[in-house]
T-cell receptor
Framework: DAKTTQPTSMDCAEGRAANLPCNHSTISGNEYVYWYRQIHSQGPQYIIHGLKNNETNEMASLIITEDRKSSTLILPHATLRDTAVYYCIAPSRTNQGGKLIFGQGTELSVKP | GAVVSQHPSRVICKSGTSVKIECRSLDFQATTMFWYRQFPKQSLMLMATSNEGSKATYEQGVEKDKFLINHASLTLSTLTVTSAHPEDSSFYIC?????????????FGDGTRLSIL
């Protein structure tokens, strides 16, 4: 897996955009970037993933830099329910079937 | 779609007993499932990769005789914690990868909180 680096914690005001950065400077050309989040005492929830192009779905947008060494997850209008730990993962395509290795993630606190 | 159900959600039992946790993919087939463990204030730690019809692959340091994994069908994997002791108390989480889903995401269950007295 490519090593990923994320800030330990971030705060965001309710209703504002939350921009969560992730550095993955050792990523290989065919490794996707996946984002998951874990709300307290629940299993991780898939958010979005991408390879080269920016991606958007009903939950978030993913902006990947042209050199693919970093990405940003954007929650356009954060709500209190978005408070969670957000994980950025770039699993190796050759790592025995796509297992995910979780780092410490970013603890996002959305405040009223 | 892509729902993974884990059962039970919580279990409390005495030291020395064995506990079975089930992980089911409800609306898709999963050749591969994964089992994780999470201690308080820590990240998820991968324990093993479960493959339908074959032996599980365990991560370094995880005792295969302690944590028995069975993946007998494309929609069910089970983790049995044998002779559980208080140090096995943890949050156990499974995930499933849809068959033939190259680069598609894993989907996770809601976890099982195991407390050994």
């Amino acid at each position: 897996d490519a090593k990923t680096t994320q800030p330990t914690s971030m705060d965001c005001a309710e209703g504002r955009a939350a921009n969560l950065p992730c550095n993955h400077s050792t990523i290989s050309g065919n490794e996707y970037v996946y984002w998951y989040r874990q709300i307290h005492s629940q299993g991780p929830q898939y958010i979005i993933h991408g390879l080269k192009n920016n991606e958007t779905n009903e939950m978030a947008s993913l902006i990947i830099t042209e050199d693919r060494k970093s990405s940003t997850l954007i929650l356009p209008h954060a709500t209190l329910r978005d408070t969670a730990v957000y994980y950025c993962i770039a699993p190796s395509r050759t790592n025995q079937g796509g297992k995910l290795i979780f780092g410490q993630g970013t603890e996002l606190s959305v405040k009223p | 779609g892509a729902v993974v159900s884990q059962h039970p959600s919580r279990v409390i039992c005495k030291s020395g007993t064995s506990v079975k946790i089930e992980c089911r993919s409800l609306d898709f087939q999963a050749t591969t499932m994964f089992w994780y463990r999470q201690f308080p204030k820590q990240s998820l730690m991968l324990m093993a990769t479960s493959n339908e019809g074959s032996k599980a692959t365990y991560e370094q340091g995880v005792e295969k005789d302690k944590f028995l994994i069975n993946h007998a069908s494309l929609t069910l994997s089970t983790l049995t914690v044998t002779s559980a002791h208080p140090e096995d108390s943890s949050f156990y989480i499974c995930s499933a990868l849809a068959t033939g889903s190259d680069n598609q995401p894993q989907h996770f269950g809601d976890g099982t909180r195991l407390s050994i007295l």
